[in-house]
């Protein structure tokens, strides 16, 4: 992405961060697993993957959301929003 964005440009991220291998293989994940036998969150993943070229500024920030999964039956879940600034 530091590509695609000029310096001081945003890229804004929003994840329930639900690592479930029906949608993701294991391999891929970037968080949500133990690390050297300690937790290692997507926010630790992304700090590994943007930090050469992006900073985060603040957050991350929780954002609701709704997914409905039939008629009557709503699931109601939190995104966790994150902004990170090009260098």
Do not use: C
């Amino acid at each position: 992405m530091h590509t695609r964005l000029n310096p001081g440009g945003l890229l804004v991220l929003a994840s329930p961060n639900t690592w479930l291998e029906e949608h993701t293989k294991h391999e891929d994940w970037i968080g949500g697993f133990k690390k050297d036998g300690e937790n290692f969150t997507t926010q630790d993943g992304l700090k590994a993957l943007l930090g050469q070229h992006f900073r985060l500024p603040s957050g991350p920030e929780s954002l609701p959301f709704v997914i409905r999964e039939t008629k009557y039956k709503f699931q109601h879940t939190l995104s966790e929003v994150t902004s990170w600034e090009r260098r």
